[in-house]
């Protein structure tokens, strides 16, 4: 699944780790679902696009998947 | 790693060494110290046990310390280690009983394989999701 983490994240200077603190998940989780690696859960998902105040299908597209 | 997690590993490294510990004393002990009284080795292995239960749960509380990602991890080198070492162990096992091999099977080998196997799979999903 494609997602605009990375950009969202960049767009608010977050780190990695700053991102994982906010989202209570380790570094190595957000690593693995900007690089497409692993695909976050419905409650995560939530989650991201409330901290980053989007709708989730503006940040997640399984058009790639 | 955030604070929850070190202090969950921490747990668990205190409860497994405290099992490594009751388990030496426990097969030790009758040779090196009490020599043989049963009393004393029946109480160890009760002492082992329950120090074994505490390990078990130290597991399960830093399992659910970690994040869904981590914790999937887990899962995946927990039932990979499951299904080798029993489909090992009980091939391991047939060819005691049918003489194909000449020595007794031992539950050390087993152990030894389970450890390689978790610690390898762990460190390839750790690669993977990397």
Redesign the interface.
């Known amino acids: 699944m494609k997602n605009r983490l990375k950009v969202l994240r960049a767009e608010n200077d977050y780190t990695q780790a700053d991102l994982a603190e906010k989202l209570e998940v380790s570094r190595q989780t957000v690593n693995a679902i900007e690089t497409g690696k692993y695909d976050p859960s419905l409650p995560l998902a939530f989650k991201i696009a409330r901290l980053f105040g989007q709708p989730i299908e503006q940040i997640f597209d399984d058009e790639g998947s | ?2 604070a929850t ?1 070190k202090h969950s590993i921490r747990q668990l490294a205190i409860w497994t060494a405290a099992w490594l510990v009751t388990t030496a004393i426990a097969v030790f002990g009758p040779t090196f110290i009490w020599e043989g009284n049963t009393a004393l080795s029946a109480l160890f292995i009760t002492i082992n046990l329950a120090v074994g239960a505490g390990m078990v749960f130290a597991n399960i509380r830093h399992v659910l310390s ?5 914790q ?1 991890i887990q899962l995946q080198a927990m039932g990979l280690t499951l299904g080798v070492t029993l489909i090992a162990g009980i091939a391991y096992s047939i060819a005691d009983i049918t003489d194909v091999i000449s020595q007794d099977a031992e539950i050390s080998f087993l152990i030894i394989l389970m450890g390689l196997t978790y610690l390898s799979v762990l460190a390839i999903l ?1 690669k ?3």
């Open positions: 790693m955030n997690i970690l994040d869904e990602m981590l999937k750790n993977k999701y990397s």
